[in-house]
Each structure stands twice: as C-alpha cells, then as structure tokens.
C-alpha cells in the first residue's frame, strides 16, 4: 500500500514551486490532492500536470488567499463536501511584501505579511481542525524557512513571521495532541520563482562553500514533507525540520 492511500491533502500555494512539488509527492503516494491558490490560470496547469502523473488520487482546484480566513473557511467546506475529510494540510502559500530595514517597515506591510503568513496558518489549521481533524486525527505541515533562525539584511519581518510559524508548530503541537500532529519544514534557498533574484546570477558563488554544493529543489522539500505527513513520522511532533544543504552548518566567518 503507498503511504498517503486515499488519505486527503490540503495544500495551499499550490500551484507552483514547493507546493506543487508536495502536491505531486503526495499523489504519487495514493493521496487526493487539493491545491489552492489565488490564480486560476495557475491552478488550472497544476491540475493538468497533477493528473498526468501515473496515480490514482483525485485533483481538486480552489481559488482562496491564505490571508482570508473566509476563504480557507470555503476551501475546507469544498473539501469535505467532496471527500468527506482532511487528513493533511500544508500551510505552504506565504508573502514577502517589503524588503528593507526592520525600523522603517511600514504598518500596511506588517499587516500584510502577518495576515497570509501567521494568521493564515492559524485559520487554515483551526478549519481543518473543526471540520476534521479533531475527530478523525491529521497532520498539519508548515512551511517555515531558515531565514526564521538567522538575521537578514533585508527581510527581517518575513523571517520574524517565518520564527513565528516555528513556535506556533510547537504550540499548536501541544494543542491539538493526540489528535494531530504538527511539525514544521524551514527550507534554505530553493530554485523557486519566489526566489529566483536571489539565485539566478549567483547561483556558483551561493553554492561554492554549502556543505552539500547545490542549492535546493522543491522535489528536495516535497520528500521531508512526504515524512512528516506519513506514518513514517507518527511520532514526531511540534518540531521543525531544516532542509538547506547544510547553510546553517557552517562555521561563524565563512562568507560566501
Ligand atoms: N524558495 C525559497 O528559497 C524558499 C525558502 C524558504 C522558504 N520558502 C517558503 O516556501 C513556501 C513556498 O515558496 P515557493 O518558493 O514555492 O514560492 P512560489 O514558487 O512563488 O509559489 C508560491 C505559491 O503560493 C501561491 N500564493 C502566493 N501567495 C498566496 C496567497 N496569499 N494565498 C494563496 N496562495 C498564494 C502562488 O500562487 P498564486 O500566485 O496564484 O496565489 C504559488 O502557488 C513559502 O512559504 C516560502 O516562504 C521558500
């Protein structure tokens, strides 16, 4: 039997990158897939490539912000309807609206990034909890990011929602135990469009020092999240698992 058979998969952001990627894993595993996202052009290949793999588990598509709790409220009720439960959810969609210093971030932009990126993890997981998980039990997977464990230059606000994702794991942990577990993937530099300025013209020099010499796939985060939603993990929670090729392995001084 695969490892997610018939079980059911939330996932939102995912119609590209690193949702996408655990949208493919997870149906390669025998899982029903439901991606959300808020373009429907995007959404609509996600389905195509999706349902050109060599799986059996159903597609679903909902167009639905992160940051609209209504609109999770809408996603969770569209998957219930259609397959009775949710049995998995990936909080993966989030937003990164300023870059700059931390004492000049503007009140709007704050706003912004708590509301998809920490709020939206909350009301994602209480939907799925409700309708769901409280009685039938789940795993819910977040995606935070290494920047949550180390000072940026430039985005100090998206790392500090992204620390924050990594203690509320902890927290919803302890609170939706035995029932679900809840753990956390903070990923280092992933070739994802997100991310491509960073990467595209300095791809030799980022590389050049990491212990593992490359920088990370979605396919490379879709595997972890494929773990911590399986049985494999089942008893493993509220932790967080980094996926950076060692970036966080280095010695202090080491420059790129
Ligand atoms: N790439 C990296 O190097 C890296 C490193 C660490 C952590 N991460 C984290 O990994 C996650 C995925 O990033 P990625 O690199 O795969 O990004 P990506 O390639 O830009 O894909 C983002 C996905 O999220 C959707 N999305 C964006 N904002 C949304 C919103 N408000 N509500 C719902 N869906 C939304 C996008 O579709 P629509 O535009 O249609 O909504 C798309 O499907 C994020 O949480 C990011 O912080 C990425």
Redesign the pocket.
């Known amino acids: 039997m695969k490892p997610l058979d018939k079980r059911v998969a939330v996932i ?9 990627a655990i949208a493919r894993a997870y149906r390669a595993a025998g899982a029903h897939v439901v991606i ?4 429907p052009e ?2 609509a290949a996600a389905r195509a490539d999706l349902l050109g793999l060599d799986a059996d588990g159903d597609v679903h598509t909902v167009v ?4 609209e709790p209504d609109q999770a409220q809408r996603c969770v009720e569209e998957t219930m309807e259609r397959f009775g439960r949710v049995d998995i959810l990936v909080n ?5 609206p300023y870059y700059g210093d931390l004492i000049d971030l503007d009140l709007p932009r704050a706003e912004k990034t708590v509301r ?2 920490q709020y939206g993890m909350i009301a994602w997981t209480r939907c799925a909890w409700k309708a769901s998980m409280a009685e039938h039990g789940g795993a819910v997977i977040n ?5 949550g464990l180390i000072v940026d230059p430039h985005i100090g606000y998206y790392n500090a929602t ?1 620390a924050a994702m990594m203690h509320m794991t902890r927290q919803l942990a302890y609170e939706l135990g035995p029932k679900a577990r809840v753990n956390a993937i ?5 070739k ?4 491509r300025a ?1 990467w595209e013209a300095r791809e030799a020099i980022l590389t050049a020092k990491l212990p593992l010499r490359r920088l ?1 796939t ?1 396919e490379d ?1 879709a595997d972890a999240a494929l773990f911590l939603a399986s049985d494999a993990s089942s008893w493993i929670t509220g932790q967080t698992l980094v996926i950076d090729g060692g970036a966080l392995a280095l010695p202090i001084g080491v420059e790129e």
Do not use: D, F, W, Y
């Not at 959300?36 to 373009?39: D, F, G, V």
């Not at 993966?92 to 990164?96: P, S, V």
């Open positions: 939102t952001g995912g119609s590209q990158g690193i949702g996408r959300a996202a808020r373009k995007g959404l639905a912000n992160a940051g993966n969609a989030a937003t990164n998809v990126n995606i935070a990011s290494v920047g992204k903070a990923p280092g530099l992933i994802t469009e997100l991310a960073v990370g979605p985060v």
